[in-house]
């Protein structure tokens, strides 16, 4: 069960707090798996709405949301086909995901058509971290490749 009063006052504390900083927040839609409150924080003022799996984006874009961010890889092959499918069919959304080697943006590149519209952002890891890039030079390779890649939409 929901407090309504409650969760309007949650909202519009973030809105504010996100508001005064100059910055953007796409909140995780992954706990609630809620469309109706995931349009809620849009109206408040989320860029898009951030969820962890390559369904729950597949969820999120069929529930007609904007941006939607894959806070991880998506490199199910059968799932990037399914979801570049669907961005082909509706341009007014996007659709980003993380890559965190080469051997990820070699995957997606397999995976996908020439002229995808998926985006790729570079993860950036830590020394001893869980993932992510652990290097600059590694970063920088990444990104290049993403930008060079013929399924990117940044390329050319």
């Known amino acids: 069960m929901l407090d309504g009063p409650a969760m309007a006052h ?9 508001a005064a900083r100059g910055l953007e927040l796409m909140p995780h839609g992954k706990t609630t798996m809620a469309p109706v409150l995931w349009r ?3 109206e408040a003022g989320a860029t898009g709405i951030t969820v962890a799996t ?3 984006a597949d969820v999120a874009l069929r529930a007609g949301i904007p941006t939607v961010q894959i806070a991880n890889m998506c ?9 570049d499918g669907w961005l082909a069919e509706h341009p007014a959304q996007e659709l980003v995901c993380w890559a965190d080697s080469l051997a990820a943006v070699d995957l997606m590149e397999q995976a996908l058509p ?3 519209r ?3 952002l570079v993860e950036l ?6 993932t992510g890039a652990r290097t600059e030079a590694e970063s920088l390779a990444i990104a290049e490749s ?3 890649s013929p399924c990117s939409p940044c390329a050319g």
């Not at 949650?10 to 996100?18: C, G, I, R, S």
């Not at 490199?75 to 979801?83: E, H, S, V």
């Not at 890891?125 to 869980?130: H, S, V």
């Open 75 to 83: 490199l199910d092959p059968a799932l990037l086909r399914r979801l």
């Open 10 to 18: 949650n909202l519009q504390v973030m809105a504010d707090w996100v």
């Open 54 to 56: 390559g369904w729950q």
């Open 146 to 148: 993403v930008a060079a």
């Open 118 to 120: 998926l985006g790729v």
């Open 40 to 42: 809620r924080q849009l």
């Open 114 to 116: 020439e002229g995808s």
């Open 125 to 130: 890891g830590a020394e001893g971290g869980r």
